[in-house]
């Protein structure tokens, strides 16, 4: 069974540009999570999708994130405009049906911000 | 708030020794834990799970222990190998509001566990 998959793998950036990360999760996994990882802590959960429905996007800066998951399927993230703490690995995690079940990762998102 | 933390940041110890990587929480609502295992350059991967209605649950080399009495979580290792080094990071599962099945996951710091051959 494949894992969840991102792309890319490293980016750099300098402030105030915008960026898009990837992610295609488990095949047939419903929920699928968006993590941000500072270096030296623990992933917080930026949104989470149930198919293509919002469940929990409260820890999301909306005024600079942004993400989608237009057909239940693979989901975008995106940063406009980046900030210097923006830095760190942005992480895709999915399970089968809710959150009430594991969470697999995909290797995530290295991000620098100049 | 809530949080979830560890007592050890970093953890050393000698290939075939046992490791114990401890964690503390402080939600009472939680009924789920998790261990995850996260090498570098990787995401984290699924160790072992426990629920709220369990004190000991044994994996392959692996066994959680929970005490909910004092809040406190375990991950032992059995004869630690090199491949055992990463960081390892705790999370709790909040149960779901309102009789849904949502439930949010809050990690801990992480604890860094170094094996020397």
């Known amino acids: 069974e494949a894992g969840v998959a991102q792309s890319p793998r490293y980016k750099i950036i300098e402030k105030r540009q915008s960026v898009a990360f990837w992610c295609n999760p488990i095949s047939g996994h419903a929920t699928l999570y968006w993590y941000q990882q500072i270096l030296g802590q623990g992933p917080k959960l930026l949104i989470q999708?149930?198919?293509?429905?919002?469940?929990?996007d409260s820890q999301l800066p909306k005024d600079r994130f942004s993400a989608e998951r237009l057909k239940g399927v693979d989901s975008t993230l995106k940063i406009q405009p980046a900030k210097l703490e923006d830095s760190a690995v942005y992480l895709c995690?999915?399970?089968?049906?809710?959150?009430?079940?594991?969470?697999?990762f995909g290797p995530g998102t290295r991000l620098l911000v100049l | 708030g809530e949080s979830v933390g560890l007592h050890l940041p970093t953890l050393s110890v000698q290939e075939g020794d046992n490791s114990i990587i401890n964690c503390a929480y402080s939600n009472s609502a939680s009924d789920y834990f998790i261990w995850y295992k996260q090498e570098s350059g990787k995401g984290p991967q699924f160790i072992i799970d426990i629920r709220s209605n369990m004190d000991k649950r044994q994996g392959q080399r692996v066994t959680v222990l929970l005490n909910k009495t004092v809040k406190h979580l375990s991950l032992q290792i059995a004869a630690t190998q090199p491949g055992d080094s990463a960081v390892y990071f705790c999370?709790?599962?909040?149960?779901?509001?309102?009789?849904?099945?949502?439930?949010?996951?809050?990690f801990g710091q992480g604890t860094i566990l170094t094996v020397h051959p």
């Open positions: 995690a999915s399970s089968l049906r809710t959150s009430r079940e594991t969470q697999y």
């Open positions: 999370a709790e599962r909040s149960q779901g509001a309102g009789g849904t099945s949502y439930g949010k996951l809050t």
């Open positions: 999708f149930q198919n293509n429905g919002v469940v929990d």
